[in-house]
DNA sequence: TTTGTATAGATGTATAGACAAGTTGGAGGC
DNA sequence: GCCTCCAACTTGTCTATACATCTATACAAA
């Protein structure tokens, strides 16, 4: 099966085996590869060259690592729908699946000099962040954090308790309607509070979409900063639609 | 420097330490870092573990190697910016750098069952495909495939040699304003051919973005991809302005 | 039933050595 | 002066071995 002469790395070689036996769909979702050693012995290769090949298929989010467990195929993208109004929970139910939220914290901080650049605010300034990590089908999907000024949303934190519909809530108690007003995507690796959150390895390049939001007078609401697995979906963005 | 007492892996200690050097802009954009066997010997370390540690510099688009050579710093992402009507030229100027295109390649070919989707034709359609390599300060930057139809732009082919301004072409000889109605964002790794165009390694995760542009009474005109290398750049998105 | 222990098997980490292949610069020949 | 070629140095690939750590299971002990 590996070609030795043809000047091709071996691990190359395999890693390509592998992607066509996953793309022709030998193996489903979820389903666990041969082991590093069985690998080894099968091809005639050292244990270490087999954890190259699949070293590609991990950068590539084709598979995935279970210490103790063994490795296994990755599932499909899921496609998130970004526009001037979007909703994480319709974005999702949109494509069939089933998404949930949890706050993991609410505090304060001073603004800095970066935030109140952002936020168009004294650095001095009271913000609140809201940090949110969200589901699809029971598993973590991305993380948000979000910045807001106190001092125009003084009782924010109280409110939301339980309640993630931010959006909503700025418009009934604050008489505010924000709308998303640009996002900046990048591609990014994550830190180990990612991957700790969303449960995922440092090999994993995350998208993270930095966005703002303004009322309707133009004075800033919010930012944002939210992380994707990079593996587990596209990001798309309607530049005229209202979304919902 | 290494402590091998705290369980913490001794290539992750590496990495965090190089991070930290390069954060602090000890090195600077384009200069070496120390060679693996330098290293090695510095921290008391095998030259493999040394390797582990840059390979997550890599990961991130910290440092690129260079076979023979040895390994560099990069420089920092540049900011592309997106609307309705972007071009890369304009957008390029703005950030004060200097843009260039390459046309790499002009075809035809039949649309097949995803394109005609894509393009709202026939499967048996005739679609112009057009490579372009663009360039910022002399680097390959991103790499663009544009889909268009040939029933409705049939000598296209003939009239872009040269020119990389499309829209405007498309504006001068039929007549057709194109506004960019959706994007999609994605990361991915690099195909072979875009390690050779934009030279880069299969290590560096790309910013893969596809879009669809219609005339101003919503017929299709284009459904592009263009592959941003993810260490160079990041992408934003103004869901109001009209660019330009 | 619950808890602890032992074991096998999986991935993770670290070391050592060897050779391949690309780059560079200098010694030596012309 | 110019060129060729070689040696030294760089990263790339492959093998071999050892032990750590985590998972799952089986089985014994409380």
Same mark, same amino acid.
């Given at each position: 099966m590996i070609n030795r002469e043809n000047g091709v790395a071996c691990y190359q070689q395999l890693s390509q085996i592998l992607i066509e036996q996953i793309e022709k769909g030998i193996f489903k979702p979820g389903s666990q590869l041969a082991t590093e050693i069985e690998l080894s012995k099968r091809y #005639?290769? +050292? #244990?270490?060259?087999? #954890?190259?090949? @699949?070293e590609r298929l991990e950068d590539e989010g084709l598979v995935y690592k279970i210490k103790g467990k063994g490795t296994f195929v990755a599932?499909? !993208? @899921? +496609?998130? !729908?970004v526009s001037k109004r979007t909703s994480f929970t319709t974005s999702i139910l949109d494509v069939g699946l089933n998404p949930d939220a949890r706050l993991l914290d609410s505090y304060e901080i001073a603004a800095g000099k970066e935030l109140s650049k952002r936020l168009n605010i004294q650095s001095s300034d009271r913000v609140i962040v809201l940090e949110i990590l969200r589901f699809v089908n029971k598993t973590p999907f991305c993380h948000t954090t979000s910045f807001l000024s106190k001092t125009k949303f003084p009782e924010l934190r109280s409110l939301i308790s339980g309640s993630f519909s931010l959006f909503g809530l700025l418009k009934k108690h604050y008489g505010v309607d924000a709308l998303r007003k640009s996002s900046t995507f990048e591609v990014s690796m994550p830190e180990s509070s990612d991957m700790d959150m969303l449960n995922i390895s440092p090999k994993v390049p995350m998208l993270a979409v930095k966005s703002i939001s303004k009322d309707q007078k133009g004075g800033m609401v919010e930012y944002c900063i939210t992380k994707f697995r990079g593996d587990m979906c596209s990001v798309s963005v309607d530049f005229n639609g209202e979304g919902r």
């Open positions: #005639r290769l +050292n #244990r270490h060259t087999v #954890r190259q090949a @699949i599932s499909d !993208k @899921i +496609n998130y !729908k």
